[in-house]
T-cell receptor, first 113, second 117 residues
Framework: AQKITQTQPGMFVQEKEAVTLDCTYD???????LFWYKQPSSGEMIFLIY??????QNATEGRYSLNFQKARKSANLVISASQLGDSAMYFC??????????FGAGTRLFVKA | EAGVAQSPRYKIIEKRQSVAFWCNPISGHATLYWYQQILGQGPKLLIQ????????DSQLPKDRFSAERLKGVDSTLKIQPAKLEDSAVYLCASSLVRGRDANYGYTFGSGTRLTVV
């Protein structure tokens, strides 16, 4: 069975500092994709970044990077130079061979001025 | 391009009543998903359509929930009769052809917040 675990219910970070949001996963699929989504208070889910299981390089998208450690089954999101607008819920997700995407429970990030 | 449209934005109903949600995906997106997000939890997939056919509905409570996607475009999700535990945000998402462009995430709508009292 597939599973996504996010162990940090809430995180605080000072504006302009970097923060790492943890995500571990479990799957028996050989090919899978890992995603991070942001959900602001408005409720809409916003796709941030993708990492394929066969990608050798860590994915980066602007201030977002995904620290992918396949042997440890972890896919942590790193946000550099945090901004006040980064305050939101962040969800780690995985899509396996069946193309069904499952989500973790989320981490709420608070950026302090 | 226009995003995924959902309506209504909010809905309050009494238990045992029925309710329907509507979703219009991004033009050209063959795959459509309905997710249920209970407060404080991550979204849970209810049903996945490929064009107008059902790909996965394993977590859809079929005794009370139904969904259809006519002509492979718009979709409706219905609950009848509603229970208190159905209170949640119902998110619709769409993506390009299943499998292809798999490295792109879904595009979600703003969701419908359902409160059952």
């Amino acid at each position: 069975a597939q599973k996504i675990t996010q162990t940090q219910p809430g995180m605080f970070v000072q504006e302009k500092e970097a923060v790492t949001l943890d995500c571990t996963y479990d799957t028996s699929d050989q090919s899978y994709g890992l995603f991070w989504y942001k959900q602001p208070s408005s409720g809409e889910m916003i796709f941030l970044i993708y990492q394929g299981s066969y990608d050798e390089q860590n994915a980066t998208e602007g201030r977002y990077s995904l620290n992918f450690q396949k042997a440890r089954k972890s896919a942590n999101l790193v946000i550099s130079a945090s901004q006040l607008g980064d305050s939101a819920m962040y969800f780690c997700a995985m899509r396996g061979g069946g193309f069904k995407t499952i989500f973790g429970a989320g981490t709420r990030l608070f950026v302090k001025a | 391009e226009a995003g995924v449209a959902q309506s209504p934005r909010y809905k309050i109903i009494e238990k045992r009543q029925s309710v329907a949600f509507w979703c219009n995906p991004i033009s050209g997106h063959a795959t459509l998903y309905w997710y249920q997000q209970i407060l404080g939890q991550g979204p849970k997939l209810l049903i996945q359509f490929q064009n107008n056919g059902v790909v996965d509905d394993s977590q859809l409570p079929k005794d009370r929930f139904s969904a259809e996607r006519l002509k492979g475009v718009d979709s409706t999700l219905k609950i009848q009769p509603a229970k208190l535990e159905d209170s949640a945000v119902y998110l619709c998402a769409s993506s390009l052809v299943r499998g292809r462009d798999a490295n792109y995430g879904y595009t979600f709508g703003s969701g419908t917040r359902l409160t059952v009292v």
